[in-house]
Nanobody
């Protein structure tokens, strides 16, 4: 069974930091580009970062310079270090895999199903 288990969210003050973790199973993680997207209530999904199988990274303009994505294929894990958090970062964050649903920074469409429960990030001003 395919699973993406997210953790590490919580509440933070603006300017603070959080580190999200995702543990994947049920598919070849090392063969997939991985990413993180978020969805705030009533909003569309926004993909914020992608890390390719060879470690190249991409970021949405809204998080560039503040967030860092990384992966550990031995642990089947993907991480998102979130620094200098802003209230507009508040959302539920989900781990994503290109093998499950295409990853595109521009025009990302919410996947047809969730493979994990997501993790809530709340940033107060």
């Amino acid at each position: 069974e395919v699973q993406l288990v997210e953790s590490g969210g919580g509440s933070a003050q603006a300017g603070g930091s959080l580190r999200l973790s995702c543990t994947a199973s049920g598919f070849r993680v090392d063969a997939s580009d991985m990413g993180w997207y978020h969805q705030a209530p009533g909003n569309e999904c926004q993909l914020v970062s992608i890390i390719s199988t060879d470690g190249r990274t991409q970021y949405a303009d809204s998080v560039k310079g503040r967030f860092t994505i990384s992966r550990d294929d031995a642990k089947k894990a993907v991480y998102l270090q979130m620094n200098n958090l802003k209230p507009e970062d508040t959302a539920v964050y989900y781990c994503a895999a290109d093998l499950l649903w295409p990853l595109r920074l521009a025009g990302y469409v919410c996947p047809p199903r969730r493979w994990g429960q997501g993790t809530q990030v709340t940033v107060s001003s």
